[in-house]
T-cell receptor, first 112, second 113 residues
């Protein structure tokens, strides 16, 4: 079975500061990992994903994530936060029966 | 140019009623999903159909019945609505492969009174 743990249900950063959202996974098969963003009252939008190949993955809006097998982690970062980054962020792992298992989400607030 | 659309966007109804939520995708995907997001924003898969056949059926009350008339549509019918059914329901679609991105609809916010 696959599962995801997101450390920190809420992260508050200053505009221009580093954004770091933590995600650890467990998987019985090579993991395929995803980060999604949900803006208020909207659906989920893919930020980036890791399937195979390069372990540092770049996504939209300046976000990137690094797959570290030894640490079973897939943390999401952005060097400089913008007010528009305020949203809910979900890490997810794809199982071998095609299900996406989501973490509990991390709410990001950005202070001016 | 909407990719995954859902109707209605909001649904307020009384306990005991029967209601349906419709989902359509124009991405040419062969697989569609229903997810439930509870009040704590936790997302959990409910059902998945591939080419009109049920492939994922999580532990969901049998009051919930998905219907897929064709590859582009997956509707969710809920009988005898209960207070605990209040949630946001998301439809998604993808090609059937673990690495494929699932594209989500905007959600249907269901409130049962």
């Amino acid at each position: 079975a696959q599962s995801v743990t997101q450390l920190g249900s809420h992260v508050s950063v200053s505009e221009g500061a580093l954004v770091l959202l933590r995600c650890n996974y467990s998987s019985s098969v090579p993991p395929y990992l995803f980060w999604y963003v949900q803006y208020p009252n909207q659906g989920l939008q893919l930020l980036l994903k890791y399937t195979t190949g390069a372990t540092l993955v770049k996504g939209i809006n300046g976000f990137e994530a690094e797959f570290k097998k030894s640490e079973t982690s897939f943390h999401l970062t952005k060097p400089s936060a913008h007010m528009s980054d305020a949203a809910e962020y979900f890490c997810a792992v794809s199982s071998n029966d095609y299900k996406l298992s989501f973490g509990a989400g991390t709410t990001v607030t950005v202070r001016a | 140019d909407t990719a995954v659309s859902q109707t209605p966007k909001y649904l307020v109804t009384q306990m005991g009623n029967d209601k349906s939520i419709k989902c359509e995708q124009n991405l040419g995907h062969d697989t569609m999903y229903w997810y439930k997001q509870d009040s704590k924003k936790f997302l959990k898969i409910m059902f998945s159909y591939n080419n009109k056949e049920l492939i994922i059926n999580e532990t969901v009350p049998n009051r919930f019945s998905p219907k897929s008339p064709d590859k582009a549509h997956l509707n969710l019918h809920i009988n005898s609505l209960e207070l605990g059914d209040s949630a946001v329901y998301f439809c998604a679609s993808s090609h059937l492969d673990r690495e494929e991105t699932q594209y989500f609809g905007p959600g249907t916010r269901l409130l049962v009174l």
